[in-house]
T-cell receptor, first 113, second 112 residues
């Protein structure tokens, strides 16, 4: 049972436009969410996170939005750049378990010129 | 340079031949973890360790063993590999769980 879902396996966006990557979760106990970026032949690297006490977190061109009632989060990249082309994973965890992250299946973003 | 290293990066082996994938971090992190990445399934946790001599199962522990005798090392052991363990494996470490996890570069394992 996939508790964290990324329903779009791929996304293509033009350079300079906004990229929106979506993530849904089913476990209401999740209260901390992260996005990781992965380039080919490399390990995932942390991008941005958000706690459930917030509904938005911003870091430069990257903003994560959390809608707890809908169990939905999204990552916005503005403006998109060719170097953003990668696979993006969302992940979630429960406070207090301090034991593991549950990852989504990933979305491959391609930023075209 | 702060990093997580894994060895080997690529391995082709045969069913039943015991193997170990090493993982080492130089950041004095308490928490270490092993994941496997498979198409359409994302990253799934195999085992994790909260500290030396403290390990626990993740989501897909069957067929794997781990040990944490030193803080910096967290090897993944496949006692009798099978073809369904063909996958891309990542080791990760962090100071705490909700701290940033640093991932190694990955080990691509093929079991024939």
């Amino acid at each position: 049972d996939q508790q964290v879902k990324q329903n779009s396996p791929s996304l293509s966006v033009q350079e300079g436009r906004i990229s929106i990557l979506n993530c849904d979760y089913t476990n209401s106990m999740f209260d901390y969410f992260l996005w990781y970026k992965k380039y080919p032949a490399e390990g995932p690297t942390f991008l941005i996170s958000i706690s459930s006490i917030k509904d938005k977190n911003e870091d430069g061109r990257f903003t994560v939005f959390l809608n707890k009632s809908a169990k939905h989060l999204s990552l916005h990249i503005v403006p998109s750049q060719p170097g953003d082309s990668a696979v993006y994973f969302c992940a979630a965890s429960e406070t207090g378990t301090a034991s593991k992250l549950t990852f989504g299946t990933g979305t491959r973003l391609q930023v075209t010129l | 340079e702060a990093q997580v290293t894994q060895n080997p990066r690529y391995l082709i082996t045969v069913t039943g031949k015991k193997l170990t994938v090493t993982c080492s971090q130089n950041m004095n992190h308490e928490y270490m973890s092993w994941y496997r990445q498979d198409p359409g399934l994302g990253l799934r946790q195999i085992y994790y360790s909260m500290n030396v001599e403290v390990t626990d199962k993740g989501d897909v522990p069957e067929g794997y063993k781990v040990s944490r005798k030193e803080k910096r090392n967290f090897p993944l052991i496949l006692e009798s590999p099978s073809p369904n363990q063909t996958s891309l494996y990542f080791c990760a470490s962090s100071l705490f769980l909700t701290d940033t996890q640093y991932f190694g570069p990955g080990t691509r394992l093929t079991v024939l």
